[in-house]
């Protein structure tokens, strides 16, 4: 079985938002909806037209996610972290002079929103429990995107590491996973070890349910909302829409019956 890890694991956006929501409140800035969707929306486009946006393991790093990256250990050049360290003040100023505030408590800011992004690292309600069900009959392989030492940071700190049998990465494999080389290099996996994919499970349309309909496998599409309109390019693809992790079924035969399946 395939797993997502943001917004599948362990919260995401939710995180996210209340993180700016204390960041602001620390500045003094108000934390009304139409000055949360104007940093957010400031945090998306400078990440965007940032240098190394689209360079190497950076390339599938959401803007929110480059304002808390590792400076330690990253395995990116100096240069580069430099400019991301300067990015998220850069970020912050930018949002403190929308409101009419004073841009030199940037620095603050920054400093304010990795201390409360990285302190909401919590797996989500009954994912460990979940993980160690599947894992009876399963091994449990995790997708996601982003920078791999930042990946796998948040991994750890949740304790989900051991839950999984394999941690694919964007950043390591070179492609995000919507991209079809990332399913090639599952089927890859796959093959050299005699496996076949049981289910694919996240909450991203574009990106889980794309690497589905690539590799040809069921999904198990995650929308806490209810209803959602999630679909394939894939018609072969199934596709079916479940609230939390803890709803995914794959029925596979017993172990001593079956051939081993992911």
């Given at each position: 079985?395939?797993?997502?890890?943001?917004?599948?694991?362990?919260?995401?956006?939710?995180?996210?938002?209340?993180?700016?929501?204390?960041?602001?409140?620390?500045?003094?800035l108000?934390?009304?909806?139409?000055?949360?969707?104007?940093a957010?929306?400031?945090?998306?486009?400078?990440?965007?037209?940032?240098?190394?946006?689209?360079n190497?393991?950076?390339?599938?790093?959401?803007?929110?996610?480059?304002?808390?990256?590792?400076?330690?250990?990253?395995?990116?050049?100096?240069?580069?972290?430099?400019?991301?360290?300067?990015?998220?003040?850069?970020?912050?100023?930018?949002?403190?002079?929308?409101?009419?505030?004073?841009?030199?408590?940037?620095?603050?800011?920054?400093?304010?929103?990795?201390?409360?992004?990285?302190?909401?690292?919590?797996?989500?309600?009954?994912?460990?429990?979940?993980?160690?069900?599947?894992?009876?009959?399963?091994?449990?392989?995790?997708?996601?995107?982003?920078?791999?030492?930042?990946?796998?940071?948040?991994?750890?700190?949740?304790?989900?590491?051991?839950?999984?049998?394999?941690?694919?990465?964007?950043?390591?494999?070179?492609?995000?996973?919507?991209?079809?080389?990332?399913?090639?290099?599952?089927?890859?996996?796959?093959?050299?070890?005699?496996?076949?994919?049981?289910?694919?499970?996240?909450?991203?349309?574009?990106?889980?349910?794309?690497?589905?309909?690539?590799?040809?496998?069921?999904?198990?599409h995650?929308?806490?909302?209810?209803?959602?309109?999630?679909t394939?390019?894939?018609?072969?693809?199934?596709?079916?829409?479940?609230?939390?992790?803890?709803?995914?079924?794959?029925?596979?035969?017993?172990?001593?019956?079956?051939?081993s399946?992911?």
């Amino acid at each position: 079985m395939i797993i997502d890890l943001d917004d599948t694991l362990i919260e995401d956006v939710q995180a996210v938002r209340a993180s700016i929501v204390q960041t602001l409140s620390t500045v003094a800035l108000p934390t009304d909806g139409e000055t949360i969707e104007l940093a957010l929306q400031l945090i998306r486009s400078m990440w965007k037209a940032h240098p190394h946006r689209h360079n190497g393991p950076l390339s599938h790093v959401s803007g929110w996610e480059a304002l808390w990256l590792p400076r330690e250990n990253a395995e990116l050049p100096g240069p580069v972290i430099e400019s991301l360290r300067q990015h998220e003040i850069q970020v912050w100023a930018a949002i403190l002079a929308s409101r009419e505030a004073d841009p030199a408590r940037a620095t603050t800011a920054a400093q304010t929103y990795r201390s409360f992004r990285n302190d909401l690292i919590r797996p989500l309600p009954d994912t460990q429990a979940t993980l160690a069900l599947l894992h009876r009959n399963h091994r449990l392989w995790l997708a996601t995107n982003g920078l791999p030492t930042h990946q796998q940071r948040k991994l750890a700190k949740a304790g989900l590491t051991g839950s999984f049998d394999r941690i694919l990465v964007s950043g390591d494999v070179g492609a995000a996973k919507s991209n079809p080389a990332f399913a090639s290099a599952i089927m890859r996996e796959l093959a050299r070890e005699g496996l076949r994919v049981c289910l694919v499970v996240g909450d991203s349309i574009t990106q889980d349910l794309q690497l589905a309909s690539n590799g040809g496998w069921a999904a198990a599409h995650i929308c806490p909302a209810g209803a959602c309109d999630g679909t394939v390019t894939n018609p072969e693809t199934t596709v079916t829409h479940i609230r939390s992790l803890s709803q995914v079924t794959c029925k596979c035969p017993p172990p001593a019956l079956r051939r081993s399946s992911l």
